[in-house]
């Protein structure tokens, strides 16, 4: 017998995905106490064999684009993987699409944030439906009309699948059409066309680049109207049953979100309802956008924790050279920091969602741009070094790291780039001082309590030039995770935070904090359950 398997990790199965001590801290301080025992229920749920195979069966069997049916008419339809809709009935009955906008408990949005960041530890790619679903309504309430039509679907916990006309489904996902092949995300050189049907309607003529999930219900969409680029409601249903033309040419072949179809839609003709004032388009949805950069922001800290909880799982069970590899003081060095990353980028997305409870749109402005550019950047880094946690067993398919890789730089693109963040940072500090003053406020307290950051916040006073602007944007969000961490993590994980991200005691790798940092304490707290 020369074949016995041993010294290998068991199967990350059978936990629960939500005992994770720094996220149920900010869900109670930030509103939501109400929501763990759902979270918990959730969490044990996305902890089991079975939904980890329907984030496989999604992304090995990736969507098929039909085009026509069988009789030459044309359909324009995406076929899902069974293991999709199952993905997409739990996220839409969980509450992570649109409910949090017809629950009037306190902390709603910040339960739902929690939920998105448990269950998309899971599978990332049907979360792109489930965000834009939650984002369009503040946006869509532009139109009042629309809204009192569609709120009520939109925001419902039902998953209906499939092309029917909107008033006749019990629940609805939303989708967004913006970029186009020549303009990306300068999206004043669109060049589809709205024209006025006379009727209270448009036509639209032209094709989009990236418009993600066209199997949605509803799209809001960028158009050029006779007073500028407006926001256009495009349903792929008619309210007479009839197909909307929505014809989809191609769907991407992307690197990962495999799971996710994105496609290519051309209007011909298309029918559509005017959102918003004619000439404001980008007024009008960018309330969209500002609620997805908050769900790139929660995705990315979910997939690091997904990350990291393989990562320290793994080294708890190997052992190398006469040890459990956690145990080895280098090896520890490394989960420690990137512990240290994940939390601090949890508590950031959960701060985030608070502050959309609270309504305190100043401080948004600026720290969900912040949070966008910086934890979205960690993300492929952070995966990339907890894959080599688990050597070549990480390089394996079946490990699911390698899916986890693959989604790493999506949410630092989708939405608005890095350099799109950055710039966005520098017209807020510029234009807007209500917003500087908030995220100072937001600041300062932990700052009179740390030396460090209160060293790196006073060199965030001089407004930066263009040249300056990344820098500005990663100082930010170091200062803003540091006062987080000061406040409300133990002192092992703030101190070894501030140390390294601010006081330059960090060398170019993780595993590289400071001696002195209780590395043993951090990687107990990040320990999955």
């Not at 016995?4 to 939500?18: G, K």
């Not at 149920?24 to 902890?47: C, F, Y």
């Not at 969000?477 to 390294?500: G, K, N, W």
Request: charged share 25%.
């Amino acid at each position: 017998m020369t074949h016995e398997v041993f010294n290998q990790a068991p199967p990350l199965v059978d936990y629960d995905v939500a005992a994770d001590v720094g996220l149920l801290g900010a869900v109670e301080r930030e509103g939501a106490a109400w929501a763990v025992g759902d979270l918990h229920r959730l969490g044990k749920l996305a902890g089991t064999a079975e939904p980890q195979r329907w984030a496989d069966e999604a992304n090995r069997f990736e969507p098929r684009l039909i085009t026509h049916d069988r009789y030459g008419h044309r359909v324009d339809e995406v076929d899902f993987h069974p293991s999709w809709h199952r993905l997409m009935e739990v996220a839409v009955g969980e509450g992570l699409a649109g409910a949090p906008w017809a629950d009037t408990r306190k902390g709603a949005h910040v339960a739902r944030a929690a939920g998105l960041y448990v269950w998309s530890q899971v599978e990332a790619g049907h979360s792109c439906p489930i965000s834009m679903t939650y984002a369009v309504v503040p946006a869509l309430r532009h139109a009042p009309e629309l809204a009192a039509a569609y709120e009520p679907l939109l925001t419902a916990r039902t998953y209906d699948f499939g092309l029917r006309t909107p008033a006749a489904k019990t629940g609805l996902l939303a989708g967004m059409g913006m970029t186009e092949k020549q303009g990306g995300s300068d999206v004043r050189a669109n060049t589809t066309r709205a024209a006025d049907a006379g009727d209270g309607t448009w036509r639209l003529r032209g094709h989009k680049w990236f418009t993600s999930a066209p199997m949605c219900d509803l799209f809001l969409v960028l158009a050029q109207g006779p007073q500028g680029l407006s926001c256009f409601l495009v349903p792929r249903v008619l309210p007479d049953g009839k197909r909307n033309t929505f014809r989809i040419q191609r769907l991407k072949d992307k690197l990962g979100n495999r799971s996710n179809a994105s496609s290519e839609p051309e209007f011909d003709e298309t029918v559509a309802w005017l959102v918003g004032e004619p000439g404001q388009g980008i007024r009008t949805i960018i309330e969209m956008v500002a609620m997805t950069r908050l769900d790139c922001v929660t995705g990315s800290a979910s997939g690091m924790r997904a990350a990291l909880n393989q990562a320290i799982h793994q080294t708890r069970h190997r052992s190398a050279f006469g040890g459990l590899l956690a145990d080895k003081p280098v090896m520890r060095n490394v989960l420690a920091d990137l512990a240290l990353e994940s939390e601090a980028a949890t508590l950031l997305s959960m701060r985030l969602a608070g502050a959309v409870d609270r309504g305190e749109q100043a401080f948004q402005r600026l720290a969900v741009a912040v949070g966008k550019f910086w934890v979205c950047k960690r993300q492929p880094a952070v995966v990339g070094e907890a894959l080599e946690c688990l050597g070549g067993n990480g390089y394996v398919e079946e490990s699911g790291l390698p899916r986890l890789y693959r989604d790493a730089p999506l949410n630092s693109i989708w939405e608005g780039s890095g350099n799109v963040q950055a710039l966005d940072i520098l017209r807020t500090l510029r234009r807007e001082p209500d917003s500087r003053e908030a995220f100072r406020a937001e600041v300062v307290p932990a700052a009179q309590e740390n030396r460090r950051l209160a060293e790196a916040l006073r060199e965030l006073e001089k407004t930066p030039t263009e040249d300056d602007a990344r820098r500005t944007a990663e100082r930010m969000a170091l200062v803003l995770q540091a006062s987080l961490l000061i406040r409300y993590a133990p002192p092992a994980v703030a101190d070894a935070f501030c140390a390294s991200r601010l006081g330059g005691e960090w060398g170019h790798t993780f595993g590289t904090l400071p001696a002195r940092a209780d590395t043993a304490a951090i990687v107990e707290r990040a320990a999955p359950a």
